[in-house]
C-alpha cells in the first residue's frame, strides 16, 4: 500500500514538473518570438560584399563559424527612419526568401551617380539606393537599382559574432551620393 502511494506520488511529481516546464518553455517561446518578429534579432552575414566592415576574411574551412553575426534593431521601421550610411538588412528584390545586407547611399529624392554607367540616378519616394562596401564582389543596387523601403527588415547596429569582433556597427557616407538640384 505504502509502496503504491509513492509510486502514485512520484508519478504525479514528475507529471507537475514536465508540465511546468513545457509551460515555461512555452511562455519564454513566446516572448523571445515577440522580441524577433517586433524589436530586434540575430542575422549572419554570409559572403564578402560587405568586407571590411563584416566578414573582413573569408575561412572556407570554417564556413559559418566564421561568418559574422549582427544585432538588427526593427524600431527604425515604425516610420522608415533611416539615414545616409546606415546598414540595412532587406529582402532581394528578385527572390524575396534571399536577405541582403548592404549599407545606405541615397535615400527618397537623392541623386545617385552611377560610375560604371556614368549616369545619374534619382531615387523615387518610397526607395533607397543600396552599395556593398566591397564594391567589386557586391550584387546591389547598381545591378537591381533602387530598394522599396517595404523590403528593409530593419538596421544592423552591432556585430555580435565571433567574440574578437564585437563592437558597433558605425555609419559611413559614400562619394557617389549628389544632393538633388
Not at 36 to 55: E, L
Not at 112 to 126: C, Q, R, S, Y
Amino acid at each position: 500500500m505504502c509502496r503504491c502511494i509513492l509510486g502514485e506520488i512520484s508519478n504525479m511529481a514528475a507529471h507537475n514538473f514536465l508540465w511546468s516546464l513545457t509551460k515555461n518553455c512555452f511562455t519564454f517561446g513566446l516572448i523571445g518570438l515577440t522580441v524577433s518578429d517586433r524589436y530586434a534579432s540575430i542575422v549572419p552575414v554570409r559572403g564578402s560584399s560587405m568586407s571590411p566592415t563584416f566578414n573582413p576574411t573569408t575561412d572556407s574551412f570554417m564556413g559559418s563559424l566564421s561568418d559574422d553575426h549582427v544585432l538588427m534593431e526593427k524600431f527604425c521601421l515604425q516610420k522608415y527612419k533611416f539615414s545616409h550610411g546606415d546598414v540595412i538588412v532587406f529582402c532581394s528584390p528578385s527572390n524575396h526568401k534571399e536577405k541582403h545586407v548592404k549599407r545606405i547611399i541615397g535615400l527618397p529624392g537623392d541623386w545617385i551617380g552611377t560610375p560604371m554607367t556614368n549616369d545619374v540616378v534619382k531615387v523615387p519616394n518610397g526607395h533607397c539606393w543600396v552599395e556593398g562596401d566591397n564594391p567589386s564582389s557586391s550584387l546591389d543596387s547598381r545591378s537591381f537599382g533602387p530598394i522599396p523601403l517595404g523590403l528593409v527588415k530593419g538596421r544592423v547596429t552591432h556585430i555580435l559574432w565571433p567574440p574578437q569582433r564585437v563592437r558597433h556597427v558605425e555609419r559611413k557616407n559614400h562619394q557617389n551620393r549628389h544632393s538633388p538640384s
